[in-house]
């Protein structure tokens, strides 16, 4: 299967890390994903029922990201997976990444960022 949905950087505020100054002061995270579906019947019929709202997911992802506080980006990004996948039948397969430009690391970086990749069983 080759058709995908793509949201692509997704800005969320919370408070994921593992130091107290993560927890107290928070920080901005971005989410993409990507979706692998069927989008045969979507495109073909014209018909919103037939695929996923890119407003669903993104409003998925701002709910999973502040709901909930993470310690490591990948138990969020594994969250946001298992959540639609939960809620998105036609959804065959999900990669969900997770930015954090603001990583506290003794370098000068950009950020850091995890992808988790998961699929229908």
Same mark, same amino acid.
């Given at each position: 299967?080759?058709?995908?949905?793509?949201?692509?950087?997704?800005? &969320?505020?919370?408070?994921?890390? &593992?130091?107290?100054?993560?927890?107290?002061?928070?920080?901005?995270?971005?989410?993409?994903?990507?979706?692998?579906?069927? =989008?045969?019947?979507?495109?073909?019929?014209?018909?919103?029922?037939?695929?996923?709202?890119?407003?669903?997911?993104?409003?998925?992802?701002?709910?999973?990201? !502040?709901?909930?506080?993470?310690?490591?980006?990948?138990?969020?990004?594994?969250?946001?997976? =298992?959540?639609?996948?939960?809620?998105?039948?036609?959804?065959?397969?999900?990669?969900? !990444?997770?930015?954090?430009?603001?990583?506290? &690391?003794?370098?000068?970086?950009?950020?850091?960022?995890?992808?988790?990749?998961?699929?229908? !069983?």
């Amino acid at each position: 299967m080759s058709d995908r949905i793509i949201l692509q950087r997704i800005a &969320v505020f919370a408070h994921h890390g &593992v130091l107290a100054e993560e927890e107290r002061l928070g920080q901005r995270f971005y989410v993409s994903l990507e979706c692998i579906l069927d =989008l045969t019947g979507a495109s073909q019929h014209d018909d919103l029922r037939r695929t996923v709202s890119y407003a669903m997911l993104a409003d998925l992802v701002g709910r999973v990201a !502040t709901q909930s506080r993470y310690k490591l980006i990948e138990a969020l990004a594994e969250a946001i997976a =298992l959540e639609i996948l939960a809620v998105a039948p036609i959804v065959h397969e999900v990669a969900v !990444t997770v930015e954090k430009p603001g990583a506290p &690391v003794r370098a000068i970086i950009e950020g850091v960022s995890v992808e988790v990749r998961r699929r229908r !069983t």
